[in-house]
Every structure is written in structure tokens, then in C-alpha cells.
């Protein structure tokens, strides 16, 4: 089944290697059906100041039951991801993390690995926000993204009941 899907991730340092995932999933057909804001929606939306990013990332969640977090070096820390971690958890979505960092970036190499930003919403986290299952991070590369991310967003959506 295709599902809808909205991607997180750091624009700035990891947006080449987000479209290596997000040109994945449009040539494959498991893989369709996913949210994503192009680099004009962003920067347009930056200018206009936090409120409006919030309206822009709930609106562009509406229609999706997953959360896809596209995990580089320094995900954890960005402001956004987290907000969209946590609306994600308030709305019940599927959640999945891919590991990305292992991308070619435009031929300046691989990335080093950044800190699973799902420990701040884990059982022991002490957050009073938490996910109701741990959410699985794969690999990009090592586990074969390209084939199966259809399958993760699928097994997301089951593990949160959508």
C-alpha cells in the first residue's frame, strides 16, 4: 500500500543527500506518495518567522500518516526536526529514522554519524512527550534503502496503528 509520507531532516547541511532518498522514492512505485518542501517553500517560510514555519510543517503533515527522519550529522540538534518529532508523537503518525550520513554528498564524501535524535523521546528520557514504541533507524546504504524503503514506511504506519 502507498502511503503518504513527510520527510524530516536539516536542510542545510543534508539536502543532497535527502535527494538521493527522495529520488528513490520516485522511481520506484512502493516508494511514492511523500511530502516535501522545496528550497523556496523554506527559505520563503524562514523569513516570515517561526509561526509560519509551524503552519507550514503542520500543513504539510495533514495528509500524511509517516514521519520519515532523515538522520545526518547534526539532525538531533535542529530546532525543526524536533518540532516535527514531537507533532508527529502528538499526532499519532508512524515514525521511521534513516540513517543518511553514509550518502555521497555531490562527490565530497560520506558524513560522520550524528546522535539518534529519538533519545529525547525514548522511555527513559524523562520527556513526558514519548513515542509509544522505539522507533527503528536504518541505513541508507548498508540496509539497502533503495529497495526497501517502501517496506520501513510501511511497518511505521502498522507500529502506529495507521
Not at 516535527?84 to 564524501?109: C, F, Q, T, W, Y
Not at 523521546?121 to 513526558?128: A, D, E, F, T
Request: glycine share 10%; proline share 2%; charged share 20%.
Amino acid at each position: 500500500m502507498a502511503r503518504n509520507v513527510y520527510f524530516s531532516f536539516h536542510y542545510q547541511r543534508d539536502i543532497f543527500r535527502v535527494q538521493t532518498v527522495r529520488n528513490a522514492w520516485v522511481c520506484y512505485p512502493s516508494n511514492r506518495h511523500a511530502g516535501y518542501f522545496d528550497h523556496g517553500l523554506w527559505e520563503e517560510a524562514k523569513t516570515k518567522g517561526a509561526a509560519v514555519i509551524r503552519k507550514m510543517i503542520d500543513e504539510g503533515m495533514q495528509q500524511t500518516g509517516v514521519t520519515v527522519v532523515l538522520i545526518g550529522a547534526e539532525t538531533a540538534s535542529r530546532q525543526w526536526v524536533d518540532y516535527e518529532i514531537r507533532r508527529s508523537i502528538e499526532l499519532g503518525k508512524g515514525l521511521v529514522g534513516i540513517r543518511i550520513n553514509n550518502i555521497d554528498s555531490m562527490g565530497r564524501g560520506i558524513d560522520y554519524a550524528g546522535t539518534n535524535p529519538f533519545n529525547a523521546y525514548g522511555p527513559h528520557s524523562g520527556n513526558s512527550l514519548r513515542t509509544a514504541y522505539e522507533v527503528p533507524i536504518y541505513d541508507w546504504i548498508h540496509d539497502q534503502g533503495y529497495r526497501n524503503f517502501g517496506a520501513w514506511v510501511e511497518a511505521a504506519a502498522v507500529r502506529a496503528g495507521r
